[in-house]
């Protein structure tokens, strides 16, 4: 399965912005990472086949997950946006879940190429 994330840009803080994460075959379970420049990926999201998601302390409340079946598609809906949330955000794949290691990468085998969020005024 090949994925493609899309949707990114410039949005000033407060703002909102939607990723997607289009799947060329069946997707399965969909986490969204995220690296700032000079850190590390870091765990944002996951969203398992039936809908059910997890999210990382630091957007819970304030990201959301949607899964569109019919367009192979999975968004992120991100909102009241800090220059914090700045990075480049990508989507995965997982055949398998796993309570435990949803926001781990190794859990996922397929990732899609990126797309940069910046907030800023």
């Known amino acids: 399965v090949q994925l493609q994330a899309s949707g990114g840009g410039l949005v000033q803080p407060g703002g909102s912005v939607t990723l997607n994460c289009a799947a060329s075959?069946?997707?399965?379970?969909t986490g969204w990472f995220r690296q700032a420049q000079g850190q590390e990926r870091e765990f944002v999201a996951a969203?398992?086949?039936?809908?059910?998601?997890v999210y990382a302390d630091s957007v819970r409340g304030r990201f959301a997950t949607a899964r569109d079946y019919a367009k192979r598609t999975v968004h992120l809906i991100m909102r009241n946006l800090k220059p914090g949330d700045t990075a480049i955000y990508y989507c995965?794949?997982?055949?398998?879940?796993?309570?435990?290691?949803?926001?781990?990468?190794?859990?996922?085998?397929?990732w899609g190429q990126g797309t940069q969020v910046t907030v800023s005024s």
């Open positions: 075959g069946r997707p399965f379970h």
């Open positions: 969203v398992a086949w039936n809908g059910s998601s």
């Open positions: 995965a794949e997982a055949r398998l879940w796993s309570d435990t290691e949803y926001n781990i990468e190794s859990m996922y085998s397929s």
